[in-house]
């Protein structure tokens, strides 16, 4: 009986220490509470010169956002993927002026740059030519910013020209050519009739374009420089047209190849050759990273969303741009870090992998920073082919069957 008195004022008293367990506890102090986590934020910079608008009707005009909107639909992808590491993302877009009569000069991409740098930009993303890229890679040597090149063709920036800051997005004239060449040779339509403008850039083209003839077995059976003018932004019929149809007499070629960067008569050759030929290069079948009708590997979804976003269709340098953006996005969201330090590490590490609606992973050749990535062989209205055609083989990836590869480089990078 004794010992059942003892437990029940035991239980009592267990009951009257949970009865002022409430009382205690609303005297006692609120432990603190955890700050939640806040985002980090990554800040991309663009440096691109809007498109002039041009004096007359162009249906082949390009818009004035050309780039800039590829950048701002990265801006939205990076933040899609980074949200689930507490990533954040920022763009820093200059557009760059034209020199105007009584006004001031305009900014220079050098000053545009430092600009960026100095409020903290690790990564700038360039749409412009190749001289005023390494005007930039130069001015910013040393300080610890990643440049991404994502127009400026040039195979010397990849070269004898190569800067170790600098990552190539936009595809080489020798991949292009390359792309070129192995649907030629796929085709069987080997005896070439090169037709070269009179810009430097045409001539460029012009001798990767001999390059690629040379590596995959092809034949120049013909080539002659275009002397015409600009035919193909001319208005109605001229003498001059009767004379460029006599040009094409009494060649044997299996298909004209143009060399026009500027747009200046390419796409009058078509249908204009004495012999009925194709005609491919810079105008006819063209090899570019992007066309509006490349709906598989998911680029749909990528078209509709561009399209949403800008309200017209995306371009091949809105594509380069988007997917240079992409890169930093990706690197950060690979390796779980903001560190500019460690971004630039993943990018240049062999087994970084970009996904870029290619049907592959795309990623940075350790020799000379040239984004591997599949070409379209487009037409006007359709897709023709993808580079490299099937056959085409290579001991790390046949995304190395185009451009410059390790035993052929001129470039020595050397770190900054």
């Not at 990849?158 to 020798?174: E, L």
């Not at 004379?243 to 008569?265: H, M, N, P, Q």
């Not at 185009?402 to 020595?412: F, H, R, S, V, Y």
């Amino acid at each position: 009986m004794a010992q059942f008195r003892k437990a029940t004022l035991a239980s009592l008293g267990l009951l009257a220490g949970l009865a002022a367990a409430p009382a205690a506890l609303a005297q006692a102090p609120a432990p603190p509470q955890a700050a939640a986590p806040q985002a980090s934020e990554i800040r991309i910079g663009l440096i691109y010169r809007p498109a002039p608008a041009p004096s007359s009707y162009d249906a082949q005009a390009a818009p004035e956002d050309e780039g800039l909107a590829g950048a701002r639909l990265a801006i939205q992808d990076n933040a899609t993927t980074g949200r689930f590491v507490r990533q954040s993302y920022a763009l820093d877009a200059v557009a760059l002026g034209t020199a105007a009569p009584g006004a001031p000069p305009p900014q220079s991409p050098v000053d545009a740059a430092r600009d960026l740098a100095a409020k903290g930009l690790r990564f700038i993303v360039l749409a412009l030519p190749a001289d005023e890229v390494l005007a930039v890679a130069d001015a910013l040597k040393g300080s610890s910013v990643v440049l991404f090149n994502a127009s400026a063709p040039d195979d010397r920036l990849r070269g004898a020209d190569c800067r170790a800051d600098v990552f190539h997005v936009a595809p080489s004239r020798a991949m292009q050519t390359d792309a070129l060449a192995q649907f030629l040779a796929f085709m069987r339509w080997r005896k070439l009739f090169l037709i070269t403008g009179p810009q430097d850039g045409d001539k460029l083209w012009a001798e990767a374009m001999k390059r690629s003839a040379k590596k995959f077995g092809l034949q120049i059976s013909a080539e002659r420089p275009w002397t015409f003018g600009p035919l193909a932004r001319a208005r109605g019929d001229t003498p001059t047209r009767a004379e460029a149809l006599v040009f094409t007499r009494g060649l044997d070629y299996d298909v004209a190849v143009v060399a026009d960067e500027a747009g200046d008569f390419g796409d009058y050759v078509p249908f204009h050759t004495v012999d009925p030929r194709p005609v491919a290069g810079t105008q006819g079948l063209v090899p570019t990273t992007w066309h509006p009708t490349l709906e598989v590997w998911g680029a749909a979804q990528a078209q509709n969303r561009f399209r949403r976003l800008a309200g017209r269709l995306m371009r091949p340098l809105d594509y380069q741009v988007w997917a240079a953006v992409r890169a930093v996005g990706e690197a950060a969201f690979q390796r779980k870090t903001t560190d500019p330090a460690a971004l630039t590490a993943a990018i240049a590490d062999p087994a970084f992998s970009l996904p870029g609606y290619k049907g592959v992973a795309l990623s940075f050749r350790p020799w000379d920073h040239q984004l591997r990535q599949p070409l379209l062989l487009v037409q006007p209205q359709a897709l023709v082919a993808v580079a490299p055609e099937q056959g085409y083989l290579h001991q790390r990836t046949p995304l190395d069957t185009l451009g410059i590869d390790l035993p052929e480089t001129q470039c020595k990078l050397a770190k900054s």
